[in-house]
Protein backbone atom coordinates (compact mmCIF):
# COMPACT_ATOMS: atom_id res chain seq x y z
CA UNK A 1 0.00 0.00 0.00
CA UNK A 2 2.87 2.61 1.15
CA UNK A 3 4.68 1.50 -2.40
CA UNK A 4 1.34 2.24 -4.60
CA UNK A 5 0.96 5.77 -2.74
CA UNK A 6 4.54 6.47 -3.56
CA UNK A 7 5.02 5.71 -6.73
CA UNK A 8 1.68 7.79 -7.43
CA UNK A 9 3.30 10.61 -6.19
CA UNK A 10 6.46 9.70 -7.62
CA UNK A 11 4.37 9.97 -10.96
CA UNK A 12 3.20 12.89 -10.34
CA UNK A 13 6.79 14.66 -9.11
CA UNK A 14 8.20 13.41 -12.22
CA UNK A 15 5.80 15.28 -14.65
CA UNK A 16 6.20 18.11 -12.68
CA UNK A 17 9.39 18.42 -12.83
CA UNK A 18 9.74 17.74 -16.26
CA UNK A 19 6.99 20.67 -17.02
CA UNK A 20 8.75 23.00 -14.44
CA UNK A 21 12.78 22.54 -15.60
CA UNK A 22 10.77 22.81 -19.24
CA UNK A 23 12.65 19.77 -20.15
CA UNK A 24 9.68 19.46 -22.91
CA UNK A 25 7.68 22.03 -24.28
CA UNK A 26 4.43 23.18 -22.36
CA UNK A 27 2.09 22.71 -25.20
CA UNK A 28 2.31 18.59 -24.19
CA UNK A 29 1.36 19.01 -20.64
CA UNK A 30 -2.02 19.26 -19.53
CA UNK A 31 -3.53 20.63 -16.53
CA UNK A 32 -4.97 17.79 -13.90
CA UNK A 33 -5.71 18.02 -10.07
CA UNK A 34 -3.90 15.90 -7.13
CA UNK A 35 -4.25 16.14 -4.01
CA UNK A 36 -6.43 18.64 -4.50
CA UNK A 37 -4.00 21.09 -6.48
CA UNK A 38 -3.77 21.57 -9.94
CA UNK A 39 -0.64 20.16 -11.49
CA UNK A 40 0.69 19.57 -14.76
CA UNK A 41 0.69 15.80 -16.68
CA UNK A 42 2.54 15.05 -20.35
CA UNK A 43 0.10 13.97 -22.64
CA UNK A 44 2.42 12.68 -24.56
CA UNK A 45 1.81 8.71 -24.97
CA UNK A 46 5.74 7.51 -24.85
CA UNK A 47 6.56 9.98 -22.11
CA UNK A 48 3.91 8.70 -19.97
CA UNK A 49 4.30 4.68 -20.65
CA UNK A 50 8.47 5.52 -19.87
CA UNK A 51 7.45 7.05 -16.93
CA UNK A 52 5.00 4.69 -15.68
CA UNK A 53 6.99 1.37 -16.74
CA UNK A 54 9.56 3.00 -14.63
CA UNK A 55 7.59 3.36 -12.22
CA UNK A 56 6.16 -0.36 -12.32
CA UNK A 57 9.96 -1.43 -11.85
CA UNK A 58 11.02 0.49 -9.19
CA UNK A 59 7.80 -0.60 -6.99
CA UNK A 60 8.91 -3.94 -5.70
CA UNK A 61 12.43 -2.37 -4.44
CA UNK A 62 10.06 0.02 -3.02
CA UNK A 63 7.78 -2.60 -1.54
CA UNK A 64 10.60 -4.63 0.26
CA UNK A 65 12.57 -1.02 1.30
CA UNK A 66 15.38 -1.66 -0.83
CA UNK A 67 14.84 1.53 -2.44
CA UNK A 68 17.38 4.43 -0.87
CA UNK A 69 16.71 7.15 -3.74
CA UNK A 70 14.63 7.69 -6.73
CA UNK A 71 16.83 10.56 -8.77
CA UNK A 72 15.51 12.71 -11.58
CA UNK A 73 18.46 13.41 -13.53
CA UNK A 74 18.33 16.24 -16.16
CA UNK A 75 21.23 15.86 -18.46
CA UNK A 76 22.57 18.32 -21.19
CA UNK A 77 21.89 17.46 -24.66
CA UNK A 78 26.61 16.43 -24.20
CA UNK A 79 24.32 13.99 -21.46
CA UNK A 80 26.02 15.64 -18.46
CA UNK A 81 23.57 16.29 -15.47
CA UNK A 82 22.36 19.92 -15.04
CA UNK A 83 20.23 18.95 -11.92
CA UNK A 84 19.66 15.74 -9.94
CA UNK A 85 16.18 16.05 -8.20
CA UNK A 86 16.80 13.67 -5.08
CA UNK A 87 13.85 11.67 -3.40
CA UNK A 88 15.86 10.26 -0.34
CA UNK A 89 13.09 7.07 1.20
CA UNK A 90 13.30 5.79 4.29
CA UNK A 91 10.29 3.15 5.67
CA UNK A 92 9.82 2.32 9.04
CA UNK A 93 8.84 -1.44 9.86
CA UNK A 94 5.45 -0.71 9.43
CA UNK A 95 4.52 -0.65 5.72
CA UNK A 96 0.61 -0.38 5.78
CA UNK A 97 -1.49 2.48 5.37
CA UNK A 98 -3.72 0.93 7.84
CA UNK A 99 -6.86 4.00 7.93
CA UNK A 100 -8.16 6.78 5.99
CA UNK A 101 -7.17 9.31 7.60
CA UNK A 102 -3.54 8.53 8.27
CA UNK A 103 -3.72 8.48 4.27
CA UNK A 104 -5.46 11.55 4.26
CA UNK A 105 -2.41 12.62 6.41
CA UNK A 106 0.26 11.39 4.13
CA UNK A 107 -1.57 12.58 1.14
CA UNK A 108 -1.75 16.40 2.71
CA UNK A 109 2.39 15.40 3.42
CA UNK A 110 2.84 14.55 -0.33
CA UNK A 111 0.65 17.48 -1.05
CA UNK A 112 3.54 19.85 0.32
CA UNK A 113 6.44 18.53 -1.80
CA UNK A 114 4.29 18.93 -5.35
CA UNK A 115 3.89 22.85 -4.43
CA UNK A 116 7.49 22.96 -3.47
CA UNK A 117 8.10 21.49 -7.12
CA UNK A 118 6.21 23.75 -8.55
CA UNK A 119 7.82 27.20 -7.30
CA UNK A 120 11.50 24.94 -7.14
CA UNK A 121 12.23 27.11 -10.19
CA UNK A 122 12.50 30.47 -8.13
CA UNK A 123 15.91 28.82 -6.37
CA UNK A 124 17.78 26.93 -9.48
CA UNK A 125 18.83 28.78 -12.88
CA UNK A 126 17.88 27.96 -16.26
CA UNK A 127 18.74 25.29 -17.53
CA UNK A 128 20.65 24.92 -21.14
CA UNK A 129 18.12 24.33 -24.48
CA UNK A 130 18.10 20.17 -25.65
CA UNK A 131 18.24 19.24 -22.11
CA UNK A 132 16.59 15.42 -21.45
CA UNK A 133 16.11 13.32 -18.69
CA UNK A 134 16.39 9.95 -16.62
CA UNK A 135 14.92 8.13 -13.59
CA UNK A 136 17.83 6.41 -11.39
CA UNK A 137 17.49 4.36 -8.37
CA UNK A 138 20.28 3.96 -5.62
CA UNK A 139 19.39 0.55 -4.08
CA UNK A 140 20.98 -0.92 -0.87
CA UNK A 141 23.49 -3.58 -1.94
CA UNK A 142 21.22 -6.83 -0.98
CA UNK A 143 18.95 -5.58 -3.66
CA UNK A 144 21.22 -5.16 -6.35
CA UNK A 145 22.23 -8.72 -6.38
CA UNK A 146 18.34 -10.05 -6.68
CA UNK A 147 17.70 -7.41 -9.47
CA UNK A 148 17.15 -10.14 -12.55
CA UNK A 149 14.51 -11.95 -10.32
CA UNK A 150 12.82 -8.87 -9.15
CA UNK A 151 12.40 -7.17 -12.84
CA UNK A 152 9.04 -7.03 -13.18
CA UNK A 153 9.27 -6.21 -17.21
CA UNK A 154 11.46 -8.59 -19.42
CA UNK A 155 11.98 -5.60 -21.85
CA UNK A 156 12.85 -3.18 -19.39
CA UNK A 157 15.74 -4.41 -18.38
CA UNK A 158 18.15 -2.53 -15.31
CA UNK A 159 21.30 -1.04 -16.03
CA UNK A 160 23.56 0.22 -14.16
CA UNK A 161 23.79 3.92 -14.82
CA UNK A 162 27.07 6.02 -15.79
CA UNK A 163 29.45 7.49 -14.12
CA UNK A 164 28.76 11.00 -15.48
CA UNK A 165 25.24 10.19 -14.70
CA UNK A 166 25.58 9.61 -11.25
CA UNK A 167 28.21 12.40 -9.74
CA UNK A 168 28.11 15.69 -10.49
CA UNK A 169 31.54 17.89 -9.71
CA UNK A 170 30.75 19.97 -6.54
CA UNK A 171 26.83 20.90 -7.13
CA UNK A 172 25.19 23.26 -5.41
CA UNK A 173 22.62 21.60 -2.77
CA UNK A 174 19.41 23.22 -2.81
CA UNK A 175 16.79 21.36 -0.24
CA UNK A 176 13.60 21.43 -1.94
CA UNK A 177 10.78 19.61 1.45
CA UNK A 178 11.51 16.89 4.12
CA UNK A 179 8.27 14.97 5.70
CA UNK A 180 8.10 12.28 8.71
CA UNK A 181 5.38 10.28 9.71
CA UNK A 182 4.37 6.79 10.81
CA UNK A 183 4.61 4.89 7.59
CA UNK A 184 7.31 7.14 5.90
CA UNK A 185 10.53 9.54 5.91
CA UNK A 186 10.87 11.11 2.92
CA UNK A 187 13.44 14.46 1.62
CA UNK A 188 13.89 15.94 -1.64
CA UNK A 189 16.75 18.23 -2.53
CA UNK A 190 18.22 19.11 -5.82
CA UNK A 191 22.10 19.10 -6.84
CA UNK A 192 22.34 21.88 -9.43
CA UNK A 193 25.09 22.08 -11.51
CA UNK A 194 27.70 25.53 -10.74
CA UNK A 195 27.99 25.78 -14.44
CA UNK A 196 25.30 25.00 -16.83
CA UNK A 197 26.51 26.05 -20.13
Request: hydrophobic fraction near 40%; proline fraction near 6%.
Amino acid sequence: MVADVLCEFLEVAVHLILYVREVYPSGIFQKRKKYNIPVKMSCHPDLNQYIQDTLLCIKPLIEKNDAEKVVVVIVDKDHRPVERFVFEICQPPLLSISSDSLLSHVEQLLRAFILKISVCDAVLTSNPPGCSFSVLVHTRDAATRNMEKVQVMKDFPWIVADEQEVHMKEPRLVPLKSMTSDIIKMQLYVEERAQKT
